[in-house]
């Protein structure tokens, strides 16, 4: 008989405290039918353990392999129910998949807030309505990445709350073209019916509320510009929503701020995120050719023009 002092995690015999009962050696040697003492040749009956090595070295034996407790795939082959477990297996990997989504997601939707300094009150909104976008895509349409519904999906939540939002900086901070953005505000209505009938107005002023805070500028300006914008709002409301406020914007200053020399149009529409030719094409067609006033040259060279229309506006 022996006696086993200490047996360690390996199964080398030299690493087995293991003493031979009959002689009191120590110089024992492992064979297939177990350990046996060299110098008296007793057969010592303890057990030899078999140890398998696990399948990640930093990981204990008994540990758990994987995200799921189904089995490995060999033993789902096994089974009478293999099929069935097979059927449960993808599914254990489908929810995994949305999970995985869902943090990415969440992450992208914290990074783009951050960035902007957009209201972090709103994340859970626009993660809600993220979901939802998802859900109405097909799969395999590149839309469902994260990386490029994220940032429609806060575009869209927020201007329907008539949050300001500028969507050229939102665009420098995604991983979405500005051709793929403007192909999916065409089909919105498919997602998100209600936005068509939004508050563009409020919007707006929004918008012109801002300039006239960046540029600082008086509340006349506001009020100015409010005026035009209700008087001609449906003459210049079939375009962008930025694209009227930089117009209605663009014509107050020209006419009634002309003594701020080092505010220009050119600075307005880089604030918007727009360009001074979109502006003074908006002129040209809403403005001058709506009302039949020959002579349009360029925005600033008809200032006196645009400026008697306006006064008629504002009487």
Known sequence: ?????????????????????????????????????????????????????????????????????????????????????????????????????NIKARSEIKRIFEHLHLPKSQSNL???????????????????????????????????????????????????????????KLQISRFMPEYAERNRKEYVLQKIMELREHFKLNMEFYYQSKTIMYRLWNVINCTKDDVIAGVVSSMVLLCFYK?????????????????MSTIQSQVKKRIFDRFKIPNFESLVKSTDDLRKVLLKLNN
Do not use: W
């Not at 003594?259 to 880089?270: K, M, P």
């Open 1 to 101: 008989m022996a006696t086993c002092k200490n047996v360690n995690k390996s199964t080398n015999s030299n690493d087995l405290k293991i003493k031979c009962d009959n002689c009191s050696s120590n110089n024992i040697k492992d064979h297939e039918q177990g350990y046996v003492c060299v110098d008296c040749g007793i057969v010592i009956e303890s057990k030899i353990f078999e140890y398998h090595k696990p399948y990640e070295d930093k990981r204990v034996q008994h540990a758990v392999l994987g995200g799921t407790t189904i089995g490995t795939r060999r033993e789902r082959l096994r089974t009478v129910a293999s099929s069935r477990l097979d059927k449960l297996n993808k599914l254990h990997c489908i929810q995994d998949s949305k999970k995985l989504v």
């Open 126 to 184: 626009v993660l809600a309505r993220f979901k939802k976008f998802r859900a109405c895509l097909r799969p395999g349409t590149k839309y469902r990445s994260p990386e490029k519904l994220v940032p429609l999906t806060i575009y869209f939540c927020l201007k329907i709350r008539n949050m300001s939002i500028n969507e050229q900086e939102l665009l420098e901070v995604s991983k979405i073209t500005k051709k793929e953005f403007n192909a999916f």
């Open 259 to 275: 003594e701020r020399e080092d505010l220009t149009v050119n600075a307005l529409c880089s604030k918007l995120g727009i360009r």
